[in-house]
């Protein structure tokens, strides 16, 4: 007998297949081949959340729906950081001098934030910010690291901060529970080149996004009681004012 499955990749994006209701792993592999679907190579099918295993035939229903996922994403190319899907944002007001320690300092923009674990740094168990110059930071592709602005060295990241300008985060979270990819927020083209309209969304193609916003002398940090969640892809984009 033959079905039809939905297979499920780590963008979220869904293919379905016809195969036989007994399939073993390889038979997924070459019915998504067949139809020009690009599989990596080192790769991992979940069947109701668990591992399929290369040389077992398994029974497959119609509809079932399958997790196809980059098994390199799951070694080391995930991240852990403050879940800033959640929310909420907490403003805070910036400080104008920061007691010429020289590590303290904000910019308009995307700020990393972590603490120094380098103790020949002055900022030793400090707390420490990044600046970041660019309007996109992909936080995954850096494997959520920062570097310490004392002593250039790589330290974990542990939250963002924006200020002075309008800002997006978008991504994909891993969510445990279920073992499922979620996408959130969205990516917003060319946000650096956009109008920003005065209720805080921009409009593209008809469609529109919104957008935040940080207020004045403010900052908004995310604080660390959203606790933390893993994310495959986890990117901030700003426009600033
Ligand atoms: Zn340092």
Request: hydrophobic letters at 30%; aromatic letters at 10%; a neutral charge.
């Amino acid at each position: 007998m033959v079905v039809t499955i939905n297979v499920i990749d780590d963008n979220c994006d869904k293919y379905q297949i016809e195969i036989n209701n007994k399939a073993t792993f390889d038979d997924i592999i070459l019915a998504l081949l067949d139809k020009n679907i690009e599989v990596p190579d080192d790769v991992m099918l979940l069947k109701d959340a668990s591992k399929m295993e290369i040389d077992k035939t398994y029974t497959f229903s119609n509809n079932e729906r399958i997790i196809l996922r980059n098994a390199a994403y799951l070694e080391g190319y995930t991240i852990q950081f403050n879940d800033v899907t959640k929310k909420r944002v907490q403003q805070l007001k910036v400080r104008k001098t920061n007691n010429g320690c020289g590590y303290r300092y904000v910019t308009p923009g995307i700020n990393l934030y972590g603490v120094c674990t380098c103790n020949n740094c002055k900022a030793f168990n400090k707390e420490v910010i990044e600046m970041i110059k660019d309007t996109e930071l992909d936080l995954t592709k850096r494997k959520g690291t920062m570097e310490c602005p004392m002593c250039k060295s790589k330290i974990e990241c542990q939250t963002v901060g924006f200020y002075k300008c309008y800002y997006n985060i978008y991504g994909l979270k891993y969510d445990e529970e279920n073992d499922e990819n979620e996408k959130f927020g969205k990516k917003i083209p060319n946000f650096n080149s956009i109008t920003v309209n005065t209720d805080d969304t921009v409009l593209i193609n008809g469609e529109k996004y919104k957008v935040e916003k940080t207020y004045g002398e403010t900052l908004s940090k995310f604080e660390e009681t959203n606790g933390n969640a893993t994310f495959i892809k986890l990117i901030f984009q700003v426009k600033r004012f």
